[in-house]
């Protein structure tokens, strides 16, 4: 039988939480805490605790120093996050402090116990909304790089060093309207609104 603690601010949290896993016969909830201070004094003293449920939000310390303790404590210890807070980058947080899954309080009773499940056996559950927030690509994620031609580089630098499109032409020894077509090409490439746009995209790929 697997040992369980919870920790949530919310008791009636706790209750529903515990109405479901005690239905499960290889869970046994060992003790349940509304504060993080009180379960690490617990955690120093107890037998080994297969896993935590554990909630970001607490009254006293937040989760994220709670997880970070229970690592150092006791390492086999697993955590699996019980939050409202639906944000990639504390999900990616509290994976990077030893977490082993994350769920939504919104998920249902068969991704709980399912979520509890993978964990104890070394695998990281994630509820499956938050599945689809990890999956998804971020809005300002780093587009890849465009591929450019050779004279589509040369056009792209000159524009970066503020040359019109009649001294770019009359350098490369190309008609004005042939410059005109590469910086439109160069603006779809890199999906850029505006000169400005595109010379700050270029930038960040590195490829002025």
Same mark, same amino acid.
């Given at each position: 039988?697997?040992?369980? /603690? +919870? ?5 009636? /949290?706790?209750?529903? !939480? ?10 046994? /909830?060992?003790?349940? $805490? ?13 037998? $080994? ?11 006293? +310390? ?9 690592? %150092?404590?006791s390492p086999e210890t697993k955590v699996l996050i019980i939050s409202n807070h639906s ?15 994350? !769920?939504? %309080? ?6 709980? /116990? ?8 070394? %695998?990281?559950?994630f509820s499956a909304e938050v599945m689809t927030i990890m999956t998804r690509p971020l ?10 031609? %050779? ?25 004005? $309207? ?7 090409? !160069?603006?779809?490439?890199f999906e850029a609104g505006n000169t400005a746009a595109l010379i700050r995209m270029a ?6």
């Amino acid at each position: 039988m697997n040992n369980i /603690v +919870i920790v949530d601010d919310h008791p009636i /949290v706790i209750g529903g !939480l515990l109405a479901l896993l005690q239905a499960d016969k290889a869970l046994q /909830v060992m003790a349940t $805490f509304t504060a993080g201070q009180a379960f690490l004094s617990f955690l120093a003293g107890a037998d $080994f605790i297969d896993i935590v449920l554990l909630d970001i939000t607490l009254p006293d +310390i937040s989760g994220v120093e709670v997880c970070k303790q229970i690592k %150092k404590i006791s390492p086999e210890t697993k955590v699996l996050i019980i939050s409202n807070h639906s944000e990639r980058s504390i999900i990616l947080q509290m994976l990077q402090q030893g977490a082993s899954g994350y !769920l939504l %309080k919104n998920a249902s009773s068969e991704e709980l /116990v399912r979520c509890v499940h993978d964990v104890l056996e070394g %695998k990281v559950a994630f509820s499956a909304e938050v599945m689809t927030i990890m999956t998804r690509p971020l809005q300002n994620e780093r587009k890849a790089t465009p591929h450019l031609t %050779k004279r589509e580089r040369q056009v792209l630098s000159m524009i970066a060093a503020g040359r019109t499109s009649a001294s770019i032409a009359e350098e490369l020894c190309v008609s004005q $309207f042939t410059v005109e077509t590469h910086r439109r090409n !160069l603006m779809q490439k890199f999906e850029a609104g505006n000169t400005a746009a595109l010379i700050r995209m270029a930038a960040e790929q590195q490829l002025l």
